[in-house]
């Protein structure tokens, strides 16, 4: 069973940097997409950043300029470089990998934000 796992969380200042790393235990065939999603206290989980199978990218307007998305298919690991934090860019960061006939998760990496 194929899992995902996400690290690189952890407490910042605001202005500060982190990066995310999800690895896959083992090759996901067939990938449409990868992205992450973030879901705050209180809110609903939405999306952060998508990298398409050709290599587009789509980001959430309060991320644009600030957050990169890349990933390293030799090593079954994507990222999210995130710079210039702001405290509201603190939540439990989430990956996801999306093929035609499954939809992985990982189990989520807290990012808090605060000074």
């Known amino acids: 069973q194929v899992q995902l796992v996400e690290s690189g969380g952890g407490l910042v200042q605001p202005g500060g940097s982190l990066r995310l790393s999800c690895v896959a235990s083992e090759s996901i065939f067939s990938i449409e997409s990868q992205g992450w999603y973030r879901q705050g206290p209180g809110k609903q989980r939405e999306l952060v950043a998508i990298i398409f199978r050709g290599g587009g990218t789509v980001y959430a307007g309060s991320v644009k300029g600030r957050f990169t998305i890349s990933r390293d298919n030799a090593k079954n690991t994507m990222y999210l470089q995130m710079n210039s934090l702001k405290s509201e860019d603190t939540a439990v960061y989430y990956c996801?990998?999306?093929?035609?006939?499954?939809?992985?998760w990982g189990q989520g990496t807290q990012v808090t934000v605060s000074s």
């Open positions: 996801n990998y999306y093929t035609n006939s499954k939809t992985y």
